[in-house]
């Protein structure tokens, strides 16, 4: 059993912390210099995300990457998140993480960290200027895509349960909410 990390008093807590912290196996986020641990995903949310991996890993081009969680994308020396799934330009990868504002993030929405996911990580991935953030819901289901315009997110296309959209942004790919599901 490992020891339990400690953290500087007195100021926020940085990258560089999260860094030093062991690989417990935990999923940790900074928000502002505050920690966040996530819990586990559930088997449903994991199907999610392998199918949107699969679907835009096919067509997605060569400029670009897509890599599911646990990836750290560093939006400031005191914020890190890991989306459920995120799209960024090869050379913003390093050894460690994503490194600024990732062309696309996505969150698979959970009873857990629904409130996180709609709320405070688009609230924050629009702030730095990632250009797409989608949000998916196994239960109803429902795919929502935003893409920034004039620095506000602007709903580019939603999909209820087996509605096929076409999408452009960050590339063309076409999905339904209930394909990610079933």
Same mark, same amino acid.
């Given at each position: 059993m490992g020891g339990v990390p400690t953290f500087p008093h007195g100021r926020p807590l940085t990258w560089a912390d999260l860094e030093a912290m062991p690989d417990d196996g935990h999923r940790f986020e900074l928000v502002d210099g505050v920690l966040v641990m996530s819990p586990s995903p559930r088997p449903v949310h994991q199907r999610v995300v392998a199918r949107l991996l699969v679907a835009l890993t096919a067509v997605c081009p060569p400029e670009l990457e897509v890599l599911p969680a646990p990836v750290d994308v560093v939006l400031a020396d005191d914020t890190v998140f890991i989306p459920d799934l995120v799209v960024g330009r090869r050379e913003q990868f390093t050894r460690q993480a994503l490194m600024g504002p990732p062309v696309l993030a996505v969150e698979v929405l959970s009873p857990r960290t629904r409130h996180v996911d709609l709320e405070?990580?688009?609230?924050?991935?629009q702030e730095v200027g990632c250009e797409n953030y989608w949000m998916i819901d196994y239960d109803s289901p429902w795919l929502r895509c935003l893409h920034l315009e004039n620095g506000v997110y602007v709903e580019q296309a939603? /999909?209820?349960?087996e509605e096929i959209i076409e999408l452009q942004f960050p590339f063309a790919v076409k999905l339904s909410a209930q /394909?990610?599901?079933r």
């Open positions: 405070l990580k688009r609230a924050k991935f939603r /999909s209820d349960g /394909s990610l599901v």
